[in-house]
C-alpha cells in the first residue's frame, strides 16, 4: 500500500500546485474574469483537472520505472542514487511550473497565448527579452519562484519520504502484476480514459471567452504538447529550397486583383448552413461520374442546385478540413495547425467575417468533437453555440456517436430556435469506421469498401429526408446549403494514396435563394476547400483579402490549382496536370505533367510560402 500512498499524495501535492499557480494567472488577469469568476469558476477547476491528472500520471511513469530500475538494483549506492533521481526530477518539474507560469504571465498580456513553442524561440535572443521586460513581468517571475520554493519544502517533507520500497521477500510475480496494473493505470490517466480519443485541450474548454479556456488548460501539458507538435519546425521551414523573396512573391501571385463577381445568390444577407459530409469520396456521386445506385438523394439535389464538379479536399482528416473550409488555411502532411491552439486561434474565420452582418453561428455534431481539437478550435473562434454528443446523450448512438437520421432530426430542432441570419454547420458522423449505422446493407460492389459504400448511402437517404422536412420551416426560403464533404475515402474504385481522384469530394448549393440560371447547373472551375470561405464572402460583399490562400470560385482570376497534402507528402492539381511528392520515401508518387511544365517548382514554392505563414502565426 505504501507504493499506493506515495502516488496518492504526489497526485494531491501536483494538484494543489496547480491550483495555486491557476490562482496566480488568475490575479494577475483579474479584469479579465471579474464577470466570469461566480459563474465560471467552479466549471475552471472541474474542467482543469483531467489535464492537470494526465500531466502528473505522465510524471508518474517516469518515477514507477525509476522505482523498478531500482528493484532491480540490490547495491545500496545506486538505489540512493535513484532516490535521489526521483527527488530532483520533482524539483526541476515545479521549478520548470514556475518558469512556464511567469512566462505565460509575462506573455499573455502581449499576445493572449499561452506559452508555447513559438514563444520559447525568442529565448535565442536573450538581449531582446531583457530590453523588452517589465517590472511586472520581473515581480511575477520572482513571485513564481518563490512559490516554488515553498512547495519543494513541502514535497520534501510530506511526499518524498513516502516513496515505495519494494519489498524482496515478495513474491515476483505479484511485484511484476502490481506494477503492470499500475502503469496501465497512469497510461489511462494520461489519455484522459478509455474513451476512442485522448484526452486534449478541447476538453478543458467549456467558454466562450478565451484566457477563460485558456486558465483551465494545464500549462505543463500545453507546453510540452506544443513542442512536440512543434518538432517538424525546430529548425526552421522544412520546405526551403528557394529565396524567401521568390516564396513570397510566388503566395502574392495567388492574390487576385479582380474581385468582380457572379452573383450566385439573390440575397446578399441569406442564412447559410454548412452540411458536413464524413468521408464523402466524389467517386460514390452518379452525376460526378461516380458508382451508381449510392446517392441518389445527392443527385437530386443537384438537379435543383449548383454541382462543383472539379473540386477537392486539400487534405485528409476531419480536423484538417475545418480550417481549410472555415479558415482558407492549407494542409501539411506533418504539420496540422488547428492542433496547436496558439496559431489556430489567430486564422481568420468565416463565422468572424460574417460578424459585420450579424450573424448567429453555431455548429452540431453528434460524436466527440475532442479529436484533433476541433471544439477548441470552434470556440477559439468565437462561434456563438457549439454542440456535440455531450449535449445529445439521449439520442440513439452508435460507437462514435449520434447515428444521423437522429442527428439531422435534432439539427432541424436547434435551427428553429436560432436568431436570423445565422451561420449553422452539422457534421455528420456515420460515414465514418465502425458503419455501425442502424440500416440494412443494400449495396455490394464486391468490394472491401461495400460497408463504408453502404454507409454514405444511409447518410444520403437522411440528408434526402431532412431537406423534405425542412422546406416548410420559416427561414428556409432565405437560406443558402453548403453541402461539402470534409475529405475523401476508399472507394471500390480503388484509388491510389496520392492520385489526384482520390481527393476529389462533391460540393453542392442548394435552396432558394440560389439565381434561377445557375439551378440544375454545374461549375467545373478548379478549386478546393480552400476557396469555399472567399467564394462565399464575395456573394455576401464582404472582403475576403485576410484569407491569402484561397479565391473566389466564381472569379475570372481564380488562382487555377489546388494544392493538397496526403499522409508524408504533398502535391499540386491543375487542369492539365498534377503532381504529388512523397516525403516518405523521397520520391514523385504522381507526375501527370506537360511538356516544359513548371509544376515542380511551384509545387516546392507554394510549400515554403505556406509553411512561412504557418511559421509566422
Excluded at 66 to 92: A, E, G, Q
Excluded at 509 to 514: D, H, P
Aim: proline share 3%; aromatic share 16%; hydrophobic share 40%.
Amino acid at each position: 500500500m505504501r507504493q499506493y500512498n506515495y502516488f496518492f499524495r504526489l497526485f494531491i501535492f501536483w494538484l494543489i500546485y496547480f491550483f495555486i499557480n491557476r490562482l496566480f494567472f488568475i490575479s494577475c488577469f483579474f479584469d479579465d474574469f471579474k464577470d466570469k469568476l461566480g459563474s465560471d469558476f467552479s466549471n475552471i477547476i472541474l474542467k482543469s483537472l483531467r489535464l492537470d491528472i494526465s500531466f502528473v500520471s505522465y510524471l508518474s511513469v517516469i518515477i514507477l520505472l525509476l522505482l523498478v530500475l531500482k528493484f532491480l538494483i540490490s547495491l545500496n549506492r545506486p538505489m540512493l542514487l535513484i532516490f535521489n533521481l526521483i527527488k530532483y526530477l520533482n524539483i526541476s518539474f515545479i521549478l520548470l511550473s514556475a518558469f512556464i507560469i511567469s512566462g505565460e504571465i509575462a506573455i499573455y498580456s502581449e499576445w493572449g497565448t499561452k506559452l508555447n513553442f513559438k514563444a520559447l524561440k525568442h529565448f535565442e535572443n536573450p538581449s531582446e527579452i531583457f530590453s523588452t521586460a517589465t517590472l511586472d513581468n520581473y515581480f511575477s517571475v520572482l513571485l513564481s519562484f518563490i512559490v516554488s520554493i515553498i512547495f519543494i519544502k513541502i514535497y520534501l517533507n510530506f511526499v518524498h519520504h513516502y516513496i515505495l520500497i519494494f519489498d524482496k521477500k515478495e513474491n515476483i510475480f505479484l511485484k511484476f502484476t502490481k506494477t503492470l496494473f499500475s502503469v496501465l493505470v497512469f497510461i489511462i490517466l494520461i489519455r484522459g480514459g478509455i474513451q476512442e480519443i485522448p484526452i486534449n485541450t478541447s476538453d478543458a474548454y467549456f467558454s466562450d471567452k478565451l484566457i477563460v479556456n485558456d486558465v483551465t488548460v494545464n500549462p505543463n501539458w500545453n507546453f510540452f504538447q506544443s513542442i512536440l507538435k512543434s518538432k517538424n519546425n525546430l529548425n526552421g521551414n522544412p520546405y526551403e529550397k528557394y529565396s524567401n523573396a521568390e516564396a513570397i512573391n510566388f503566395i502574392n501571385s495567388m492574390h487576385e486583383n479582380n474581385y468582380d463577381t457572379s452573383s450566385v445568390l439573390t440575397n446578399s444577407k441569406p442564412n447559410i448552413i454548412f452540411i458536413l459530409l464524413e468521408s464523402w469520396s466524389a467517386d460514390n456521386i452518379e452525376s460526378f461520374g461516380g458508382l451508381k445506385g449510392i446517392t441518389p438523394n445527392f443527385s437530386q439535389l443537384c438537379n435543383q442546385g449548383l454541382s462543383f464538379t472539379n473540386f477537392y479536399s486539400n487534405g485528409w482528416t476531419s480536423d484538417q478540413a475545418m480550417t481549410s473550409i472555415f479558415s482558407s488555411f492549407p494542409v501539411f502532411p506533418y504539420a496540422s495547425i488547428i492542433n496547436q491552439t496558439d496559431k489556430s486561434r489567430k486564422l481568420p474565420c468565416l463565422n468572424k467575417s460574417l460578424d459585420s452582418l450579424g450573424y448567429n453561428s453555431s455548429f452540431f455534431f453528434g460524436g466527440q468533437l475532442t479529436y484533433g481539437n476541433i471544439k477548441g478550435f470552434l470556440l477559439s473562434q468565437s462561434f456563438d453555440l457549439v454542440k456535440d454528443e455531450n449535449n445529445y446523450s439521449s439520442l440513439k448512438s452508435g460507437r462514435l456517436g449520434v447515428h444521423d437520421e437522429y442527428m439531422f432530426s435534432q439539427f432541424k430542432k436547434e435551427l428553429s430556435l436560432l436568431p436570423q441570419p445565422f451561420f449553422s454547420s452539422l457534421f455528420t458522423i456515420s460515414s465514418h469506421s465502425p458503419y455501425d449505422f442502424p440500416a440494412e446493407h443494400k449495396l455490394s460492389f464486391n468490394s472491401k469498401q461495400d460497408k463504408y459504400v453502404n454507409s454514405v448511402a444511409y447518410t444520403d437517404k437522411c440528408l434526402g429526408d431532412f431537406i423534405k422536412s425542412v422546406k416548410n420551416e420559416v427561414w428556409y426560403e432565405n437560406t443558402l446549403f453548403v453541402i461539402l464533404a470534409d475529405h475523401s475515402h476508399k472507394t471500390p474504385i480503388n484509388r491510389r494514396v496520392a492520385q489526384k481522384e482520390k481527393f476529389r469530394i462533391p460540393m453542392l448549393w442548394f435552396g432558394e435563394v440560389l439565381n434561377d440560371k445557375y439551378v440544375g447547373k454545374t461549375c467545373d472551375t478548379l478549386s478546393s476547400q480552400i476557396d469555399v470561405t472567399p467564394t462565399i464572402l464575395s456573394q455576401l460583399k464582404i472582403s475576403y483579402k485576410e484569407y491569402i490562400f484561397g479565391a473566389n470560385i466564381f472569379s475570372r482570376n481564380s488562382i487555377g490549382f489546388v494544392p493538397y497534402a496526403f499522409p508524408k507528402g504533398y502535391g499540386l492539381i491543375r487542369n492539365s496536370e498534377s503532381y504529388a511528392f512523397s516525403e516518405a520515401y523521397n520520391r514523385v508518387l504522381e507526375s501527370d505533367t506537360i511538356s516544359g511544365s513548371d509544376i515542380v517548382k511551384n509545387t516546392e514554392l507554394f510549400m515554403q510560402g505556406a509553411f512561412n505563414h504557418f511559421l509566422a502565426y
